[in-house]
């Protein structure tokens, strides 16, 4: 995804949505080491590092709240103002809910409220992906002519729904179920990235690209390969910018224009190539 995020040059919030998935690839490799207890559950480093997963999955929802309103154009994509707009905020959002994650498992007194964890676990995450669809619902009523687009937040609405439900609803009968070898945090995973890519796919769908400008593409999105039929019955095909073939042979589209509308006069006295 962040591949053809970057092949989409000229996309409208290109740099900003990037980041939203940056954040995503780090914060499932961290949960990896977590979840998988490579880190050892009963250290402090496990302690630590879940206050730092905390922190990703709280800036994560805002930077996808605010990449919401980049299609409103309140701020020009691309420039540094909504660049380090995004950035700025991301990381102050970082560090709040890591600090707040950190002091409730970490406070050795016992005496630490858990709402401030509780928040950012639970609400916050609702609070902004709910932001995030009503925009993006608003956005695509609003300016684009088709209403495709919206089947994407539908279906990675109902995605991030269901991850949210296996993981905390069913989880433990899962684990009963199948003798413990998952739980609902795997079917929660999946919906989740799930959810992830509608995310790519709903930007790429409101998003065009100049094709003058696009880059890591294989195909000449200019070239044109019909037949064009001349008066006079010989058939023409453009093989690319500046080149026709008529009959057969290609001749080049840049010469200077011929004196005698299309038709020139061969010298027999000069040899031909």
């Given amino acids: 995804m962040v591949y053809h995020v970057h092949c989409k040059y000229t996309a409208v919030g290109r740099k900003e949505i990037v980041l939203f998935f ?31 997963y905390v922190g990703l999955k709280s800036c994560i929802f805002w930077c996808l709240m605010l990449n919401g309103f980049v299609g409103f154009q309140f701020a020009e994509d691309g420039t540094s103002l909504s660049v380090w707009t995004l950035r700025i905020t991301t990381l102050v959002i970082w560090a709040i809910s890591f600090g707040v994650s950190a002091w409730t498992f970490t406070d050795r007194t016992k005496g630490a409220s858990q709402a401030g964890l509780w928040f950012f676990e639970f609400v916050f995450p609702l609070v902004m992906v709910v932001i995030y669809i009503v925009s993006q619902v608003i956005l695509v009523l609003r300016t684009l002519d088709e209403l495709w687009p919206i ?34 945090t795997f079917f929660g995973t999946l919906c989740t990235l799930f959810a992830v890519m509608m995310v790519y796919k709903y930007w790429d769908s409101i998003t065009k690209e100049d094709l ?16 064009v039929h001349d008066f006079d019955g010989s058939n023409h095909s453009h093989d690319g910018p500046g080149r026709t073939s008529v009959s057969g042979r290609t001749f080049s589209n840049f010469g200077p224009p011929s004196p005698t509308n299309g038709i020139t006069k061969v010298d027999p006295s000069r040899p031909q190539l």
Wanted: glycine share 8%; hydrophobic share 45%.
């Fill in 22 to 52: 940056y954040l995503y690839g780090l914060s499932e490799l961290i949960v990896l080491f977590l979840d998988s207890a490579v880190i050892p559950t009963h250290t402090g480093a496990y302690l630590w590092f879940t206050a730092i």
């Fill in 151 to 184: 089947n994407d937040i539908v279906f990675g609405t109902l995605a991030f729904t269901a991850g949210l439900i296996l993981m905390y609803g069913f989880s433990v009968q899962i684990c009963e179920n199948v003798k413990h070898y998952i739980d609902g």
């Fill in 212 to 227: 003058e400008f696009s880059v890591g593409s294989k195909h000449n999105a200019w070239e044109n390969k019909e037949l």
